[in-house]
């Protein structure tokens, strides 16, 4: 059986096969998606062309991936939470994080710059597949509370090759964790092709050792994304465990900045899964359902544009850094030690003649 | 991990803890450092509803050295569980546990078998404080049973200190007698930030007359054992009984030894260590990790630093052997005992 889909290549109402019995998800649902997949791409894009341009230390693109990032984060309710990964910018500034505090740790103002329990989004997180256990254990304490939260983590094929991937799915399941796991393969892991990370023809079928739901889905379909991500949430938050779901899908930029895709694949390729592109797909079916008019489209592009405005202007001014801040959130107790070491800074900076 | 631990709880070891904390009350009962440990966590569980236990064995076991025995029972699968065997999951889990608000004590069950998790300790546990800006504290206790002299079969006798010592984020303290255990635990369970709590091995069924709840000093301090005037041993864990054995042959052939029972191994007391240094000038630091690398060339190097004007003589490592920790049968010659320490101090001219 092939992946969900609910909409097709052509941005057609997919069969009932492909459906697999999963539902539509109502207009207002995917007109809300629509937007927030178009302000994701003009951000991802404005921010890619700073970091060409010096602006920040790196950026990781999720740009043909927007289906995958915004889809599942709409499925939320404002109690739960979600555990990004370094590809999960756009994630995190549909989740609500203001671009300040996504782009912190790209620009490398700080590591993060949010207060993650006011948007109940962890910080993005680099080791990979380590921050599914952090995932599992949120989860599983809520439970323990009695609270109905349910936590939605990020992983790509590459990370699927962690020991803590099996380590977080076999505690979520033991645990029977409120937890939904959303693995985006994107075909690479930097310039390794999923032919190198696995043998298995599925990620989705893991699931089945661990007993918890295992769905396929066309990760540039938002619509399926959605709804699987949505039924698995609701499961999940039923008390009815975690679940695992692969969205099959492509990176179509380069893994970062550094990266040259041209090394290790073609541009045939790259323009085939152009083509399949999950905004474009969804415009043409909410077109064609009436739902979406020239009106809409256009306040969208001009809200796309205000954001890229304003990330341009956030990036392109200089960020008021304090060195001798480093030492003050280390530990909550305080430290002599480094007590010692901000006053020794603090004396190299006046020395200097009070230049930080 | 391995299957071995099964058969591996040893015979208690004979013999009391010579060193006394000062104040000690009168009318008091018998207690191990693992009883002390128990109690510790018993009382944080009651008190504290965010409080949870959970690792291998820890449950119907109660712990291969019986540190959790009978809570599990006590408290309920809600709040003390056995969990898969998985290091970096335990680790992982009690983070986002944290981030919940919760107060996880999750155990490692042997000082080589935290390997695994030292990703999620080392990139994740130590740094979210400073990552976040202090918005996300993650109050969480790690246990780790270290150290050799239980005749342990490979993995399961590492001192692994320095690895965490080296690790900025992390408070890492080790006690050495029942008293400080139940105290530091305490303290540590109640911080907020991440602690890396030492159990030394050997010291597990050393005894001590203590009327619970016992607080000693605060679990950063170090303590001065016994006075003396002519060294000063530093030691931690097991290597405090070591340096009170040495302290008390030296005794006999007129050397005046004082030790230091450093607790905490980050932060480091360096006002209680500088002071014993300034008054005997000479020091020597002891432990069972090997000496390379190791934390003691931090105590060396540190004190050094400090007290150079006060020193008679080069400050000494009295350690284990730059060698992976030997098999059972063969441990005694490599963890530093009371002889070698006084042999050690007689490379010095007095």
């Not at chain 1, 010692?340 to 230049?355: D, M, S, T, V």
């Not at chain 2, 692994?160 to 890492?172: C, D, R």
Request: charged share 20%; aromatic share 8%.
């Amino acid at each position: 059986m092939g992946p969900i889909q609910l909409i097709d290549e052509h941005g057609a109402r997919a069969g009932d096969e492909a459906a697999a019995g999963f539902e539509m998800p109502s207009a207002e649902v995917l007109l809300g998606i629509y937007r927030q997949m178009t302000l994701a791409r003009r951000f991802d894009i404005q921010v890619t062309k700073l970091t060409r341009q010096g602006r920040l230390a790196t950026y990781a693109p999720g740009l043909g991936q927007e289906a995958c990032e915004i889809a599942p984060i709409a499925a939320l309710q404002p109690q739960d939470w979600f555990f990004p990964s370094h590809r999960d910018a756009i994630g995190m500034l549909a989740r609500g994080v203001p671009p300040q505090g996504v782009l912190a740790f790209f620009r490398g103002d700080w590591h993060s710059d949010f207060d993650p329990k006011q948007y109940r989004v962890a910080p993005l997180s680099v080791p990979l597949a380590s921050h599914l256990l952090h995932a599992v254990g949120l989860a599983h304490a809520a439970r323990l509370k009695g609270d109905p939260v349910v936590a939605l983590t990020f992983l790509g094929d590459g990370a699927s090759s962690a020991g803590d991937a099996h380590e977080a799915f076999n505690f979520a399941s033991t645990w029977q964790a409120p937890t939904v796991f959303v693995l985006q393969n994107n075909q690479y892991a930097i310039s390794v092709p999923l032919s190198r990370q696995t043998h298995a023809r599925s990620f989705a079928d893991r699931a089945v050792g661990y007993d918890m739901p295992g769905h396929l889905v066309d990760g540039n379909d938002p619509a399926a994304v959605y709804a699987v991500v949505a039924h698995a949430v609701e499961r999940a938050r039923a008390g009815g465990g975690p679940s695992l779901i692969e969205g099959v899908t492509y990176r179509i930029e380069a893994h970062t900045n550094s990266d040259d895709p041209t090394r290790y694949r073609s541009s045939d390729e790259v323009e085939a899964w152009r083509a399949r592109d999950p905004i474009a797909r969804l415009e043409t079916y909410l077109r064609g359902a009436g739902v979406l008019d020239d009106e809409f489209a256009q306040h969208v592009a001009g809200e796309a544009e205000e954001l890229a405005s304003s990330t341009r202007d956030l990036m392109n001014a200089e960020p008021q850094l304090d060195p001798l801040e480093l030492f003050d959130h280390v530990y909550a107790a305080e430290r002599p030690a480094l007590i010692e070491q901000r006053a020794a800074l603090e004396r190299e900076l006046a020395e200097a003649g009070g230049q930080r | 991990m391995t299957m071995l631990e099964e058969n591996l709880v040893p015979s208690p070891t004979p013999g009391t803890v010579t060193e006394r904390p000062p104040q000690q009350p009168a009318g008091t009962k018998a207690l191990t450092m693992a009883a002390a440990l128990n109690a510790a966590l018993r009382d944080a569980l009651t008190e504290d509803p965010d409080v949870v236990v959970f690792g291998e064995d820890i449950g119907a076991l109660g712990g291969v050295f019986r540190v959790t025995d009978g809570l599990a029972a006590e408290f309920g699968d809600g709040r003390v569980w056995d969990c898969p065997a998985a290091e970096s999951g335990i680790v992982g889990t009690a983070i986002g546990m944290a981030e919940y608000g919760m107060r996880p004590v999750v155990e490692m069950q042997f000082d080589a078998f935290a390997y695994p998790a030292f990703q999620q300790i080392a990139s994740h546990l130590a740094k979210m404080g400073s990552r976040t800006k202090g918005r996300m504290r993650l109050p969480v206790v790690v246990r780790i049973p270290y150290a050799g002299g239980i005749g342990g079969v490979e993995h399961h006798s590492d001192s692994s200190e320095a690895y965490w010592t080296a690790t900025p984020g992390l408070t890492v303290v080790t006690p050495s007698n029942p008293s400080d255990a139940y105290s530091m635990l305490r303290e540590a369970i109640a911080s907020d930030d991440p602690v890396i709590f030492l159990e030394p091995k050997s010291r597990y069924w050393a005894s001590e007359s203590v009327e619970l709840p016992v607080h000693t000093l605060p679990m950063t301090k170090a303590r001065v054992v016994r006075t003396g005037e002519d060294v000063t041993l530093i030691a931690y864990g097991s290597g405090v009984k070591v340096a009170l054995e040495a302290a008390e042959a030296g005794a006999a052939e007129d050397l005046s030894v004082e030790v230091v029972d450093l607790r905490s191994l980050s932060p480091f007391d360096d006002e209680t260590v500088c002071a014993s240094v300034r008054k005997t000038g000479r020091a020597a630091v002891i432990h069972e990790a090997a000496g390379f690398g190791s934390f003691g060339a931090e105590v060396a190097a540190r004190v050094t630093e400090r007290e150079f004007f006060s020193l008679e003589a080069p400050i000494l490592r009295i350690t284990g052997f730059d060698i992976p920790f030997p098999a059972a049968k063969l441990e005694q010659y490599n963890l530093p005992s009371a002889e070698r320490v006084l042999a050690a101090l007689d490379t010095w001219v007095w």
